[in-house]
């Protein structure tokens, strides 16, 4: 992990580069996919939906969260991927809405840099190296 400075810019100019964009979800969708069958179950997605720290509450601190609720979240999380409910998600379903998510990061964010402290091999890190 390391602390780097962005904003919306670096994240929406990545998503638009679909080149450099569309090689990094393929990457991530291939690393998630331990059996190769070209589907991510929701146990395979489960790592991908941790690491996004939904419950931490200060920088680097978490919370013991309630059990049921963490499913609760993660299951909900799952389905925003699984567009069509089949308990699977295909490579295209994955790549549609981790750009849905990028942007709707990068509308958070708005203008101004911030600093973050970002996963060595996260898609936000790989924005920040991409305009350098």
């Known amino acids: 992990m390391s602390v780097e400075i962005l904003d ?3 994240i929406v100019s990545f998503v638009e580069d679909e080149e450099a964009f569309n090689v990094s ?4 969708f291939a690393e998630l996919d331990t ?16 690491s996004l720290r939904v419950f931490e509450t ?3 601190i978490d919370v013991k969260p309630d059990p ?7 299951d909900s999380l799952f389905v925003q991927f ?4 089949n308990g699977r998600v295909d490579l295209q379903e994955f790549m549609e809405e981790t750009k849905q998510m990028m942007l709707a990061m990068a509308n958070g ?9 970002l996963e060595h091999d996260s898609l936000l890190m790989k924005a920040v190296q991409r305009q350098y």
Do not use: I, W
Request: proline share 2%; aromatic share 6%; net charge negative.
């Open 8 to 10: 919306s810019a670096t």
């Open 25 to 28: 979800v393929r990457d991530l």
């Open 35 to 50: 059996d190769k069958d070209g589907l991510l179950s929701y146990t395979e997605m489960l790592k991908e939906l941790q």
């Open 58 to 60: 200060h920088f680097g």
């Open 68 to 74: 049921d609720e963490l499913s609760r979240v993660y």
């Open 82 to 85: 699984d567009h069509d409910l």
């Open 109 to 117: 964010l708005g203008s101004l840099p911030v600093q973050m402290a």
